[in-house]
């Protein structure tokens, strides 16, 4: 007789969707003073972060790429 073959998984990574990275980044953006307001979009399709929106000027734009970019995920 001929033993089973027996294949061990590997325990799934757990990853946020797109969809609520999106909604993770934009309460990131809500919680920091500096850019709270701003009218912002934020769009993400396979972990890859598109930013629009009008900004108040250079400062604010880099601030809020900071922000995107620290949002784990």
């Known amino acids: 007789e001929t ?16 969809v609520m990275l999106a909604r993770t980044a934009l309460t990131a ?13 934020v769009s993400i399709v396979d972990r890859v972060a598109v930013l629009g929106g009008p900004v108040s000027g250079a400062g604010q ?13």
């Not at 953006?29 to 979009?41: K, M, P, S, T």
């Not at 922000?67 to 784990?72: S, W, Y």
């Open 3 to 18: 033993p089973a073959l027996v294949i061990a998984e590997q325990p799934a990574k757990v990853e946020l969707s797109d």
């Open 29 to 41: 953006l809500d919680n920091d003073a500096e850019v709270r307001g701003a009218n912002v979009i």
């Open 61 to 73: 734009a880099k601030r809020i790429e900071q922000i995107v970019r620290g949002v784990p995920g």
